[in-house]
């Protein structure tokens, strides 16, 4: 076996086993909005602490519920730019030229993103639980998807501003 071929199989390991984090994010999303949906009714509040609960939600907009009462253009609208940003998403977490950071970061976000795309596809809309709150200010509800597109992008931003000779650092 030539030196290309062990390095052509170690970044195939390495690509499948970024995409394969982001499949487990998908599946713990889904796994974790299967159980909310069985555990609580549509009008339930679970207080879990002061500050957090847990209440259904469904909503057919974007990000923090923007757009969530859309009409059917709307809707499609949003589902192809979701499929669109996890095909881009997917492109540049398959690019050998990201470090391991990146790769956290995009695999993160990547897994979140199919997590609410399979939402929207099998239901038409994103199924949200996760209600944080102050007094009588509430924050809008979210899911797992959502903590881990949130967290990928803290991530990635963090990296870009704070590491600015990160093309430097050593490559996967």
Not at 15 to 44: E, R, T
Not at 76 to 82: H, P, Q
Not at 149 to 169: K, M, N, R
Request: glycine share 6%; with cysteine.
């Amino acid at each position: 076996m030539s030196l290309d071929d062990l390095l052509r199989k170690k970044r195939l390991i390495t690509q499948v086993l970024w995409f394969g984090i982001a499949m487990s994010i998908a599946l713990l999303d889904q796994m974790s909005k299967g159980f909310f949906i069985d555990f609580l009714s549509d009008q339930s509040v679970y207080s879990v602490f002061p500050g957090f609960n847990l209440q259904l939600a469904y909503n057919k907009g974007i990000a923090f519920s923007l757009g969530h009462q859309s009409t059917l253009p709307l809707s499609t609208v949003i589902l192809i730019i979701n499929i669109a940003l996890s095909l881009v998403i997917a492109h540049w977490l398959y690019q050998a030229k990201t470090s391991l950071v990146e790769r956290v970061a995009l695999s993160a976000i990547l897994g979140g993103a199919l997590g609410n795309l399979c939402d929207r596809l099998l239901l038409g809309k994103v199924v949200d639980f996760i209600d944080v709150y102050w007094q009588e200010w509430h924050w809008p509800t979210f899911n797992v998807a959502d903590s881990f597109i949130t967290a990928g992008v803290c991530l990635y931003l963090y990296w870009l501003f704070f590491h600015p000779d990160a093309t430097s650092e050593k490559k996967l």
